[in-house]
């Protein structure tokens, strides 16, 4: 227990009861994996053919990789850890006029693939949070530059003025307009009247959007007027100078309940096609330096533009654990699980990440704290500069974590260092993004920054609450799905083989269970390596009549099953303890084996191209954009495929492979001759099912004709290859 006081604790916390368990089964499946490693070696070494030799080079590769992964995955279960806050007794230790003041950071990029509207939605339910509002203040990052997505900001500041003392007075707990209007809301009887105003908004930014451009119509004032005058033919989405507008301030604005208004201001960096940007990761030291300049509030909130708040009492969960004076001078930051709406019942493109968000999350809670996962996270501003023992000044001292902005957001003093910081050659030669603010030097800065924050001593708090504090949008068709894994995939190779390597720099740094708890994201492309072998090789082999694998009479034959059952009953089991259920479980392990074909095989590949200089990549952002169609079939529970992506090459080829191999497996039998390749090759086809049926469907979601005909003479091709080398 941790608290200001026993009686009145501000958390309370408690371990998993399956820690003996899960320690136990380590060392067994550990020493299994010994032996299938020492049966390899032995075969390796008693090859008798040049085909033999190299298949079982293969296996025994693959199965290293796989042992070493299962070795990083066992890190997590060493000691969850499960937590729960008390926010009823905060103000018994913290007076609320006492409530440190908080920064929220929200970043989009494009207005076409991330609707504006949503972007509102995720400010305007911040900005209703039950906190002071004084002490709030919302900061916009437009990294698109885009006047579609200021006019939007502009029409929310309006509306604000009647959205949140309407939640206020009714006690609302869905603070997202959308999320609430979606609701029943009849018995509030202002509701209609808001619900209107929020629609008629909804139309004039959506007619904005339609037209590409804010006309003079939609313009009502000389302020208004003199903000988008700044967009002039040069402004482009890749050069344009620094914009920041005040739409709200707290010091003057008030709602229509005559109360305090919380800070709104949209930053818009300055961009130059010859200067460095680094994407997502660059908004946000832009936006810690502007907050510094204007209200350098102690906490700070990051959130993804489709992120929205789901429960108006978070940051005071959040205070819980920032108040308790046993954990403050190391506490770093508060993570919140990131949680999705609009999932399919079975969640069939696993992207709930239970796994990732939830279970892995909580193992590492019980050492040092979970990794931050981009959005839902409450930081102490000085994580940002050093680690909690040495702290490193900024260049300037007003960027200083313990400076006090003592002017108003729109004195001249204020504004004119805001625009200096969000200069695009402010940073030259200076340690921002290396090693002060969020780092550079990977595509998955939320994954780096966490991890070299941690690295400096700071620790982490999981933060799960049983109403999900956010909600963000998840993708609708696997093309979304497998590029934004593809993104993933070479940002943490990027890690994985730096000098900052988890499994070198953590460990030292950290110790083992964290650092392997590291080194599993930082790893998890390489599944692409043993799950590829695992569904071609044994599926050629029994369409060429060779075995590979024990047969069922022979003891090995046993240890394989036990390391199958055991690792995905394991699986299984985590999953579920969870809140998850079986088919959520089956489309989740399914996934991971979709991802290890396509995404996280082509990202290795680009990563691979990219070190010898010859191919590029750049951030792509996932679009929230949702087709009426697409959604209909997302429902239905039907994979989206649709366009002729090569990712989609070898799942269906490893599709038809598995299918013909488990139908001659079938001939097989009836000889009496039935081994693992058999098996394997029909829990393949058993996975690959959605895969069949996007062969077969008419509609506009299935597998391109040329998609299927390309697979097939890839799968007949290996064919003739194993039947030439065999």
């Keep these: 227990m941790s608290a200001a006081t026993d009686d009145l604790p501000l958390h309370t916390h408690k371990h998993s009861l399956r820690i003996p368990i899960n320690r136990l089964f380590a060392l067994i499946y550990f020493c299994a994996i010994l032996a299938l490693l020492y049966h390899h070696t032995h075969s390796l070494f008693h090859s008798t053919t040049l085909t033999s030799f190299f298949i079982t080079l293969t296996l025994l590769i693959s199965d290293s990789i796989l042992a070493f992964m299962n070795l990083t995955t066992q890190a997590f279960r060493m000691n969850p850890l499960y937590r729960k806050e008390h926010p009823e007794n905060l103000e018994r230790v913290l007076r609320k006029p006492d409530f440190p003041a ?116 939609y313009i009502t004032g000389e302020r208004e007027s003199q903000a988008f005058s700044k967009w002039t033919d040069g402004f482009t989405r890749r050069n344009h100078p620094t914009v920041i507008q005040v739409l709200l301030d707290s010091s003057k604005d008030k709602d229509m309940s005559d109360n305090v208004m919380p800070n709104l201001i949209y930053v818009s960096r300055e961009k130059s096609s010859t200067s460095e940007h680094n994407f997502k990761a660059g908004a946000l030291n832009v936006l810690i330096r502007v907050s ?21 009492k978070t940051p005071s969960r959040a205070l819980c654990y920032f108040s308790d004076p046993n954990l403050r001078s190391k506490l770093g930051y508060v993570q919140f699980p990131q949680r999705f709406r609009g999932i399919n019942k079975n969640d069939i493109y ?21 990794n931050y996962v981009g959005t839902g996270c409450f930081f102490n501003r000085r994580v940002f500069f050093g680690g909690p023992s040495q702290l490193l000044s900024p260049e300037i001292p007003e960027l200083a974590p313990d400076k006090v902005v003592d002017k108003l957001i ?18 030259t030669r200076s340690d921002w993004g290396w090693k002060i603010g969020v780092r550079y030097g990977s595509m998955v800065e939320d994954y780096f920054t966490g991890y070299r924050m941690q690295c400096e001593g700071w620790k982490a708090v999981l933060c799960n609450p049983t109403r999900a504090a956010f909600y963000g949008d998840a993708p609708i068709n696997l093309v979304d799905v497998l590029n934004q894994t593809k993104r993933w995939t070479i940002g943490l190779l990027d890690v994985a083989f730096s000098k900052y390597c988890p499994v070198t720099f953590g460990i030292r740094a950290m110790g083992p269970l964290m650092g392997l708890s590291y080194a599993h994201c930082a790893f998890k492309p390489i599944w692409s390596i043993p799950v590829t072998v695992y569904a071609f090789l044994p599926q050629l082999a029994l369409l060429n009549d060779i075995t590979i694998f024990p047969k069922v009479s022979e003891p090995w034959f046993l240890l394989y099953v036990f390391l199958f059952l055991g690792s995905y009953t394991q699986s299984c089991l985590d999953f579920v303890v969870e809140g998850g259920t079986f088919p959520k479980w089956w489309n989740d392990q399914r996934m991971w084996m979709v991802r290890a074909h396509s995404s996280f095989l082509f990202g290795s590949i ?97 597998i391109p004709t040329k998609t299927t005909t390309v697979s097939l003479l890839l799968a007949f091709a290996l064919y003739v290859v194993a039947y030439v080398s065999f």
């Excluded at 510094?292 to 108006?312: E, R």
């Excluded at 279970?359 to 979970?370: H, Q, V």
């Excluded at 729109?410 to 940073?427: D, I, T």
């Design 606 to 702: 680009e990563y691979l191209l990219k070190l010898l200089g010859i191919s590029t990549h750049g951030f792509n952002v996932t679009s929230k954009v949702l087709d009426e169609d697409q959604s209909k079939r997302y429902d239905q529970g039907s994979f989206e495929f649709g366009v002729a992506s090569p990712m989609f090459v070898p799942l269906t080829s490893a599709a038809i492979l598995n299918l013909a191999a488990f139908a001659w497996g079938h001939v097989e039998a009836f000889k009496g001759s039935i081994g693992l390749e058999m098996f394997i090759a029909g829990f393949g086809v058993v996975n690959c099912i959605p895969i069949y049926e996007a062969i077969i469907r008419i509609d506009k979601g299935r």
């Design 410 to 427: 729109q004195s001249p003093e204020v504004l004119e260092l805001a625009h200096c910081v969000a200069a695009c050659n402010y940073e």
């Design 350 to 370: 696993g992207c709930e990440h239970k796994g990732l968000f939830v279970i892995n999350a909580e193992g590492m809670d019980g050492d040092s704290g979970p």
């Design 102 to 217: 908080l920064d929220v950071f929200i970043c989009t990029a494009d207005p076409y693939k991330e609707p504006p509207m949503n972007v509102v939605n995720t400010a305007l339910s911040v900005m209703a949070y039950d906190y002071p509002t004084e002490k709030v203040s919302v900061y916009v990052s437009d990294d698109g530059g885009s006047a579609l997505t200021l006019f939007a900001f502009m029409e929310a500041a309006k509306f604000a003025r009647h959205w949140l003392p309407f939640c206020r007075e009714n006690n609302i707990v869905e603070r997202c307009p959308e999320a609430f209007f979606e609701m029943d809301h009849s018995r509030f009887s202002e509701a209609e009247k808001i619900k209107i105003m929020y629609e008629a908004m909804k139309v004039r930014v959506n007619n904005v959007i339609e037209r590409g451009k804010v006309d003079s119509e």
């Design 292 to 312: 510094a300049a204007m209200t350098n509030a102690p906490i700070v909130l990051t959130l993804d533009c489709d992120t929205y708040s789901n429960d108006p």
